[in-house]
T-cell receptor, first 112, second 115 residues
Framework: QKEVEQDPGPLSVPEGAIVSLNCTYS??????FMWYRQYSRKGPELLMY????GNKEDGRFTAQVDKSSKYISLFIRDSQPSDSATYLC????????????FGPGTRLSVLP | EPEVTQTPSHQVTQMGQEVILRCVPI?????FYWYRQILGQKVEFLVS????????KSEIFDDQFSVERPDGSNFTLKIRSTKLEDSAMYFC?????????????FGPGTRLTVT
């Protein structure tokens, strides 16, 4: 079983749609959860981070963590063509973020 | 806005040759990282560096890899004898020293092609 799994997509949605991106993981010791956005041939850019279970909202983005199910989600409201990118979840055991474990990424296309 | 920079953007080398990938982290950051991403695969942690020493490394980071902070601004990754399977994007990242603040800022990457 892979440590972190993500639906690779590609996921295509019309502009304005609500997008749901998900990751599952196997290591119950993960405490910190991040979502990164990666445009083609660019480095990952941090979107959201959360600690333990719960929700966190930032503008059009909402991150959810359910540690009991080992499941995290990123919701994007009112999606825009500029949201088209690969979305990576990442998680860490400690609060120093020394060793991030990334998911394989979900490629999202938002069609105008 | 300050950013992590990496050079070169693309490096082509022959198998068995040594390469040095260079990174300039954000100036007031004290934690530095290297990751790699083989084409079509996930981003993988290689090594973290703090206070002039390696603080953690992955199984990928074997004896052919080394890191150095030769001066106050550069952070380098050296691969001593490249193999075909080292072909990948290599990302440098840095983080401030604030405890509990774990946002890592990534550079644009260096594409390494080993022929």
């Amino acid at each position: 079983q892979k440590e972190v799994e993500q639906d690779p997509g590609p996921l295509s949605v019309p502009e304005g749609a609500i997008v749901s991106l998900n990751c599952t993981y196997s290591n119950s010791a993960f405490q910190y959860f991040m979502w990164y956005r990666q445009y083609s041939r660019k480095g990952p850019e941090l979107l959201m981070y959360t600690y333990s279970s719960g929700n966190k909202e930032d503008g059009r983005f909402t991150a959810q963590v359910d540690k009991s199910s080992k499941y995290i989600s990123l919701f994007i409201r009112d999606s825009q063509p500029s949201d088209s990118a690969t979305y990576l979840c990442a998680m860490s055991l400690d609060n120093y973020g020394q060793n991030f474990v990334f998911g394989p990424g979900t490629r999202l296309s938002v069609l105008p | 806005e300050p950013e992590v920079t990496q050079t070169p953007s693309h490096q082509v080398t022959q198998m068995g040759q040594e390469v040095i990938l260079r990174c300039v982290p954000i100036s007031n950051h004290l934690y530095f990282y290297w990751y790699r991403q083989i084409l079509g695969q996930k981003v993988e942690f290689l090594v973290s560096f703090y206070n002039n020493e390696i603080s953690e490394k992955s199984e990928i980071f074997d004896d052919q890899f080394s890191v150095e902070r030769p001066d106050g601004s550069n952070f380098t990754l050296k691969i001593r004898s490249t193999k075909l399977e080292d072909s990948a994007m290599y990302f440098c990242a840095s983080r401030p020293s604030i405890q509990g603040y774990y946002e890592q800022y990534f550079g644009p990457g260096t594409r390494l092609t080993v022929t």
